[in-house]
């Protein structure tokens, strides 16, 4: 920086250095006239040779752009092929020089084709751009990972990444029941006392088992194609969820249909089936009320098909075969790949459970199926050093364990109880269970606020959460024992300022609630006909002294 002026009949002139930019580019040097006049009219002029250096920060267009290749996208993701498929790319240029191409690499593009401009060989300056169409076939690797270079003359290359999965459809219907069971991890807990396992999965891993009946022929080629197909993952169509016919035209990106209650996600496939050798994979980008909004545009019309719910899974246990005569019953167990997720539960309009201090209460099951009330103390055996045999309680109470068995009769209880099961995590959280037992019947005129029951063996625990059911709606309350009266009945306090009279006709049903939680991390389903499911689940007492 230059600063200039004239003191009386003296001229000066001074120089600062430039503060330094963050991208240093040095200024060649420079010269300059200066002109001024003194108080005398006398007229200087004289030549100034300035040494300083200073540095000027470049443009965008320099800094960024200028002389540069781009190519959108520069890494193409084909997650799951399981259908052919095409895709834009584009290459452009901001030279200011028109590029010839040199050559272009191609690495493991096996079932690729990247269709261009070609045999053009130059690219044009300020903007020159070229479009490509990359086609996926069928015939690609298992574990796609394509290269593809161009190498211009100017020592410019621009790199393409494409990367995938091949997948193969498993497109036959199995024969029901379809059982279907989901496993969280656990992680082992040692302790001075025992071994424990504590669920560490947010999320379970879905297993499916479908099971045959076949003509031997056609177990046979069912056979050949899992030995073709086994080492890979497969799309799996989920039976249990398809829906009604539907159509759709060649290029559609929506297909109309009732997806409610139904296990697709966005992010996910659909299968459009026909039979085993008509259909097609569709990729879903979003889920909506009535529709499927696709990520792909179909690539055939189809008319009067089914619409499935898909998933990428493996078979790790092969294919079960078992001859009987002329058929043959072939069983095979697929793992999602993806833990299963699913939305949380609304308990308004399910009408098996109820919420009570915070949890789930199981207030249906299943009728004609015998309720188990299983009671027993925790041993443990040891053996000492001296090899003595030892047993002993580990618990000084004993717990109560059941069988939960629950039934949905239609689509929408079913997607509902798979919701409710979800909320368990394995053994992780616990439920109220109403056992019928104890009924609970009232012995002599009393209060809603001090009722007189028959003897059930209250006393012996101080208190219970009792699930009372009156003429007037449903009552969860923990209730107190006062002990035993003249009759030799127990007096039971409610609490509360309700003090209406009650009569035996009053309450219509009583029982104990006990606080549960699954025996298992894995939980079984079993899938009927006309969408009916069906849940057997161990479950055992939890200690509800917090409640």
């Keep these: 920086m230059t600063i200039n002026g004239f003191y009386y009949s003296h001229f000066w002139n001074e120089l600062y250095e430039e503060p330094p930019f963050p991208i240093p580019l040095p200024i060649t040097e420079c010269s300059s006239w200066l002109v001024g006049f003194n108080d005398h009219n006398a007229k200087a002029i004289g030549t100034i040779t300035a040494k300083n250096k200073g540095w000027l920060a470049d443009s965008f267009w320099n800094r960024d752009f200028k002389n540069s290749l781009f190519i959108t996208p520069h890494y193409t993701d084909l997650k799951f092929v399981a259908s052919p498929s095409e895709h834009p790319i584009e290459i452009w240029s901001s030279y200011t020089k028109p590029i010839d191409l040199s050559q272009l690499v191609k690495s493991k593009d096996k079932g690729l084709e990247l269709i261009g401009p070609h045999p053009i060989q130059v690219l044009a300056a300020y903007g020159g751009h070229w479009n490509y169409t990359l086609k996926v076939s069928l015939d690609v690797e298992q574990v796609i990972d394509a290269n593809y270079q161009w190498q211009f003359s100017a020592g410019a290359t621009v790199l393409l990444n494409v990367v995938g999965n091949r997948v193969s459809v498993w497109p036959y219907p199995p024969i029901y029941p379809v059982t279907e069971s989901w496993q969280w991890f656990s992680a082992v807990i040692e302790t001075r006392a025992s071994e424990q396992r504590l669920c560490n999965a947010d999320k379970p891993l ?250 059930v063996g209250l006393v012996e625990f101080g208190g219970r959460h009792l699930y009372l059911n009156w003429h007037d709606g449903v009552q969860m309350v923990y209730a107190k024992s006062l002990g035993y009266d003249q009759e030799g009945n127990e007096v039971i306090d409610l609490g509360g300022d309700d003090d209406r009279e009650v009569t035996p006709s009053d309450l219509l049903g009583g029982h104990i609630m006990r606080l549960m939680r699954p025996a298992d991390d894995k939980v079984k389903i079993t899938h009927q006909p006309r969408q009916l499911l069906s849940v057997s689940m161990p479950m055992i007492e939890v200690p509800d002294g917090s409640h």
Aim: hydrophobic residues 40%; contains cysteine; proline residues 2%.
């Design 206 to 455: 879905q297993h499916i088992d479908y099971t045959y009946n076949l003509p031997n022929l056609a177990a046979a080629e069912q056979t050949a194609r899992y030995a073709a197909q086994g080492k890979e993952r497969m799309v799996v169509p989920v039976w249990s969820d398809a829906t009604s016919s539907v159509s759709a035209n060649k290029g559609d990106m929506v297909i109309y249909t009732d997806v409610s209650s139904r296990s697709f996600q966005a992010g996910g496939m659909a299968l459009l089936y026909k039979n085993e050798r008509s259909y097609e994979v569709a990729f879903i980008d979003q889920v909506n009320d009535g529709n499927l909004l696709l990520s792909r545009p179909l690539l055939f019309a189809h008319s009067n098909v089914i619409l499935l719910p898909a998933m990428s899974c493996m078979a790790t246990e092969g294919v079960r075969s078992s001859r009987q005569g002329s058929r043959t019953t072939q069983k095979i167990t697929f793992i999602n790949s993806k833990p299963l997720e699913l939305p949380e539960l609304s308990l308004s309009g399910f009408d098996m459970v109820t919420e009570y201090l915070g949890a789930s209460v199981i207030v249906q099951r299943s009728k004609g199926v015998s309720v188990a009330d299983d009671m027993a103390f925790t041993w443990r055996e040891k053996t000492t050093a001296s090899g003595h045999h030892i047993m002993d309680v580990e618990q000084d109470y004993g717990r109560h364990s059941t069988t939960v068995e629950m039934i949905a009769s239609n689509r929408e209880q079913a997607w509902q109880l798979k919701q409710f099961l979800y909320q368990f995590k394995g053994r992780l959280n616990a439920c109220w269970w109403v056992s019928y037992h104890r009924q609970i019947r009232i012995a002599a005129l009393c209060n809603r606020k001090r009722i007189v029951i028959k003897r």
